[in-house]
């Protein structure tokens, strides 16, 4: 799933989405990425001129893609009655994406890779999809036809967000587009069944660190900030090999999601607003957060290194919502090349 921009002829573009069969997505791999806080120290001083007071004006992307396709160029996805049906949903874009699949009960059977415990079937729910996240959905071929799935977020574009299940012999589309109803969000908080996870809210942990993500003035230009900083002057959360550690993330922005990528690491949602998460375990490396959102949550340091800790949109990245997860007890060999422009988004 990705936005795109049409060519001054209003060509269709072609992106790099992933929605369909991608069985090798059990994480994205950043670990090549280095944030070399010499090239970025002036990051607070990007002209953002074209940006709205509330965040960034994303009305310029008109064209959402699935698979590199927009619109009737979106690739069928062709079934047979009975099958059973794994669908895999990249969200490789800048927007927010509310994933409707008409005409059958689906299961979410993973996110960012890691398992539901006991996923329930659901129906007529959307799966809001922030950049960066990842969701496998599952459902049975069981009622023959040619039926949609589609964006019903309120963003400019969503006509082309289209794919169509197609069962084997089907002639005739009787389902009808409609990707302005408004639809109940699947609350991930609350779905699957209740397990014992790796982590729990009252625990021991070696540290808690807290990041209040907003978003401040900086002359006439807008920056995004990690406890009112932004990188590389933001404080690292450093842990040492097998240290567990507690985050708590609030979103105190008025108007902008962050979905928050953590590199090399998965972590366990813990607690949203305060109340403890009431079904499945959920483990995730993206986690989105809307405007007033408050989560807990909590990983181990298991993969010594240097590694980002950043808003997945991107924009928000380059303006300097970004700190990093650092080892003190691990010394890299690399070093950059000061030559070599190498910012963090």
Not at 101 to 118: F, M, Y
Not at 224 to 247: A, H
Request: proline share 5%; glycine share 8%.
């Amino acid at each position: 799933l990705k936005e795109m921009t049409k060519g001054p002829t209003g060509n269709k573009s072609k992106g790099n989405e992933n929605t369909k069969k991608n069985d090798d997505m059990k994480g994205m791999d950043h670990s090549g990425m280095d944030s070399d806080k010499k090239d970025s120290s002036n990051m607070a001083g990007m002209d953002h001129g074209n940006m709205k007071m509330e965040g960034h004006d994303m009305s310029m992307y008109d064209l959402f893609t699935i698979n590199g396709k927009s619109g009737d160029l979106v690739e069928l996805l062709k079934v047979n009655e009975g099958d059973k049906v794994r669908l895999r949903l990249v969200n490789a874009g800048y927007l927010s994406h509310d994933i409707h699949v008409h005409g059958h009960d689906i299961k979410v059977i993973a996110t960012d890779g890691q398992p539901i415990n006991d996923p329930k079937v659901i129906k007529d729910k959307v799966i809001s999809i922030a950049p960066g996240e990842r969701y496998d959905i599952e459902f049975t071929a069981n009622n023959p036809g040619k039926w949609y799935v589609e964006d019903h977020s309120e963003n400019k574009g969503t006509k082309g967000m289209k794919a169509v299940i197609e069962y084997d012999g089907s002639k005739e589309m009787k389902d009808k587009a409609d990707e302005k109803e408004k639809l109940p969000r699947l609350d991930m908080t609350k779905y699957g069944a209740e397990k014992l996870g790796s982590f729990t809210l009252n625990q021991q942990y070696i540290a808690t660190y807290n990041m209040d993500l907003n978003t401040q003035m900086n002359g006439n230009e807008m920056v995004y900030t990690i406890n009112g900083k932004v990188f590389p002057d933001i404080d690292p959360i450093s842990v040492k090999k097998g240290d567990l550690i507690k985050v708590k993330l609030v979103n105190r922005s008025k108007a902008d999601d962050h979905p928050m990528h953590l590199h090399g690491h998965f972590f366990q949602v813990l607690s949203k607003d305060g109340k403890p998460v009431e079904g499945s375990p959920i483990v995730k490396d993206t986690l989105n957060l809307k405007p007033g959102e408050e989560y807990e949550v909590a990983f181990v340091a298991d993969n010594p290194g240097e590694w980002m800790f950043h808003c997945h949109d991107l924009y928000h990245a380059s303006a300097g919502m970004v700190t990093e997860v650092k080892y003190t007890d691990y010394k890299s060999d690399y070093v950059p090349n000061p030559n070599i422009p190498n910012k963090p988004e």
